[in-house]
């Protein structure tokens, strides 16, 4: 792991008294998770019926600000994205800094084959591919306006292997009808949004992975659970496989984006405001702009994408907010 990710500071040789400086923090707490990403689109009512429909989401609630319409999308009481209209935009730019894909979590296996099914008979949907990653079952999608979809379920944490302090995970063929017909259900399929999902992490292509290193692992607080993987690192908290991962596959090089369409926040979520307060330490040591409300941190990494992290519980109040 980087030393930026590790470093500690220590008492003078010497010194008779005891250091009282505190340092910064440098992870992020264990219990961090992911929340609602937000995503600027050109046609709302398309992309809210690609969602419903493909993903088995429901519209929670709505706001208007100005010439904006920003929709809170979700399953039960878990907002899983916000899709803010701003159609005078360009289209997503496949080769620049961004959203990869907003990776779906769900519970079980069934859950994933519904939506999945789901998915994959809905016209406006691109079929790209899928794998199994040795953590994870995983079958990948792009929506209308050419972002990037993940929905995978997670093996047992006992089942991961581990090596060189890195999560191992590979990219196998994973066959997507052998796994319908293996998981399928039709109770599954019935009930639709009733299932749990949400957002279990967050995959960018960036421009350069050493910056995204410092940004998401050294500022952020990540740990760095795997760096050998060609031209991309995943990074986590509590020893989970990945919470966000950069690449530069399609980006290498990138400056910071242009307004387009496509990825607006990246979400995540810590246990308390002494997390936030580690955080603000953090990105005030090293120089990065930040606005601190009280109930959230919000920044912008490397490559201009916001980044919110903020406190437990957050309500669609909170996701329309942002």
């Not at 031209?231 to 307004?259: E, I, K, Q, T």
């Not at 990494?301 to 519980?313: C, E, F, H, R």
């Amino acid at each position: 792991m980087s030393t930026a990710a590790t470093g500690t500071s220590s008492a003078a040789a010497g010194a008779t008294a005891p250091d009282t400086t505190t340092a910064p923090d440098t992870t992020i707490n264990p219990d961090t998770v992911m929340d609602a990403v937000t995503l600027r689109v050109g046609d709302l009512e398309q992309m809210t019926d690609y969602y419903a429909g493909a993903l088995a989401m429901e519209p929670v609630e709505e706001r208007t600000r100005g010439r904006e319409v920003h929709r809170v999308l979700g399953r039960g009481t878990t907002p899983m994205m916000r899709l803010v209209h701003t159609p005078d935009l360009p289209a997503v730019d496949p080769r620049q800094s961004g959203l990869f894909h907003t990776a779906f979590l769900f519970d079980d296996q069934p859950g994933l084959a519904a939506t999945v099914y789901r998915a994959a008979q809905d016209p406006r949907s691109r079929f790209v591919g899928s794998s199994d990653h040795s953590v994870s079952e995983a079958f990948y999608f792009t929506d209308p306006e050419g972002n990037g979809i993940e929905l995978y379920t997670d093996r047992d944490r006992s089942l991961w292997l581990h090596a060189r302090g890195q999560v191992l995970m590979d990219t196998t063929y994973l066959d997507p009808n052998d796994f319908l017909r293996a998981h399928l259900t039709q109770d599954a399929l019935d009930a639709g949004p009733a299932l749990a999902g949400r957002v279990g992490h967050v995959h960018l292509q960036v421009g350069d992975i050493e910056r995204a290193d410092a940004f998401y692992v050294g500022t952020l607080g990540f740990e760095a659970t795997m760096r050998e993987y060609p031209g991309a690192l995943f990074a986590s908290a509590g020893g989970y496989h990945h919470h966000v991962a950069m690449n530069v596959w399609n980006s290498r090089g990138a400056g910071p984006r242009a307004s387009t369409l496509g990825l607006g926040d990246v979400a995540v979520t810590v246990p308390g405001r002494d997390d936030l307060d580690a955080l603000a330490a953090r990105l005030t040591a090293r120089g990065v702009a930040f606005t601190d409300d009280g109930r959230a941190v919000t920044t912008r990494d490397p490559w201009d994408t916001q980044v919110t992290v903020s406190l437990p519980g957050s309500s669609v109040e909170d996701v329309l907010a942002r």
